[in-house]
């Protein structure tokens, strides 16, 4: 079956960095594309980032934009989100997931799931 596995979250002061990767195993990997969400507690699972493939495109909601970049390596079934001048506002778990068509930013479209990774980011 295919699995996703997150790793790379951890707590940074506010301007610092993290890389955050998605393995994926058990089958095929990039289908239509990939997104990232994140959910802070007590709140709703958002959109924060996308992939799509045919032709190559990358998209980021504006609170993230010139912050956040996807990048992947294919030969290690890898996504990367890399975040840099993060914001206390990013404190959250953040989840890959596999998309198979459908609007990006529709959660329901994306059928597989990574476990999820921590961030934090203090003041």
């Known amino acids: 079956q295919v699995q996703l596995v997150e790793s790379g979250g951890g707590s940074v002061q506010a301007g610092g960095s993290l890389r955050l990767s998605c393995a994926a195993s058990g089958g095929t990997f990039w289908r239509d594309g990939m997104g990232w969400f994140r959910q802070a507690p007590g709140k709703e699972r958002e959109y924060v980032a996308g992939m799509g493939w045919s032709p190559f495109i990358t998209e980021y909601v504006d609170s993230v934009q010139g912050r956040f970049t996807i990048s992947r390596d294919s030969a290690k079934n890898t996504v990367y989100l890399q975040m840099n001048n993060l914001k206390p506002e990013d404190t959250a778990v953040y989840y890959c997931?596999?998309?198979?068509?459908?609007?990006?930013?529709?959660?329901?479209?994306?059928?597989?799931w990574g476990q999820g990774t921590q961030v934090t980011v203090s003041a």
């Open positions: 997931a596999l998309r198979e068509g459908g609007t990006w930013a529709d959660a329901k479209v994306y059928l597989y």
